[in-house]
């Protein structure tokens, strides 16, 4: 999962905002330099008591030689990229920054803590006005979205094998564990004919609490809730799906076992 990610509960409250969107080709890295620490230096909790946020962090770079860079944008999430770090600013921005000083914005607007996958993968979320989507950017450069037409997403859980589990929910829909994987559909696994607004009864299922509290082992995922109780599900199995889209050549991906978008 990613490392030092502050938490933001357990779910992205979606929040309208517009902006250009973060997905594409980035440039390649030229040669491999080897990547900096990245440490806390400070932080401010100024979180109303029983309000909702996350701490604001100054954060800075550490070289080999023992120098600290100081990254300019203060923070409420972050997870290494590269030679650098995606962090969350107060705007709720996704930022890539570099060493050097270089920022790329990656996202206009987000709910939800990037982390970085087990190959160096970054994960991060990206709100268009009522859309959500999950971005996937990989160490060549390459940006795709692997899950769009959400309401809600967050506790980011990369797996191994390049899949991703979240909380997530589709418009109406109640929220619950999906999966994601490129140029597939994204599933949802729990909760998927619950809707808002109408009784669930024993229906629903809790979420887990957070990444830390899910555990894959082989195609069956589970998790402990915030109740304590120990909840999984099949993660082969076919559930409600939602088309995904190649950002380079912009084609649209049916879900599975679907006549297209």
Do not use: K
Request: glycine letters at 14%.
């Amino acid at each position: 999962m990613g490392r030092g990610a502050c938490a933001w509960g357990w779910l992205l409250v979606v929040a309208a905002c517009g902006g250009a969107r973060g997905e594409g080709t980035m440039a390649p890295s030229s040669a491999p330099r080897a990547q900096p620490g990245i440490e806390v230096i400070d932080e401010i909790d100024a979180t109303p008591r029983g309000g909702d946020g996350a701490p604001q962090l100054t954060l800075a770079f550490r070289r080999a030689d023992g120098e600290r860079v100081p990254i300019a944008p203060r923070a409420t999430a972050w997870a290494p990229f590269r030679d650098g770090v995606a962090l969350v600013d107060l705007e709720r921005r996704v930022l890539l920054v570099t060493p050097d000083g270089a920022e790329r914005v990656l996202a206009r607007r987000s709910g939800a803590p990037p982390v970085q996958g087990p190959h160096g993968e970054l994960i991060y979320v990206s709100v268009h006005d009522l859309v959500v989507e999950l971005h996937v950017l990989d160490v060549s450069g390459r940006d795709r979205i692997v899950a769009s037409g959400l309401s809600s997403a967050g506790v980011l859980a990369p797996l191994p094998d390049g899949r991703v589990l979240f909380v997530g929910a589709d418009n109406g829909g109640v929220a619950g564990l999906w999966i994601a994987q490129a140029g597939r559909d994204a599933r949802c696994l729990t909760n998927c004919e619950l809707r808002t607004g109408q009784p669930w009864g024993e229906q629903h299922v809790p979420l887990p609490t957070g990444a830390d509290a899910i555990e894959v082992r082989g195609e069956r995922v589970a998790w402990v809730a915030a109740d304590g109780t120990r909840h999984s599900a099949d993660l082969s199995a076919v559930g409600g799906g939602l088309p995904t889209l190649d950002t380079e050549t912009g084609a649209v991906v049916a879900p599975i076992g679907g006549d297209g978008p």
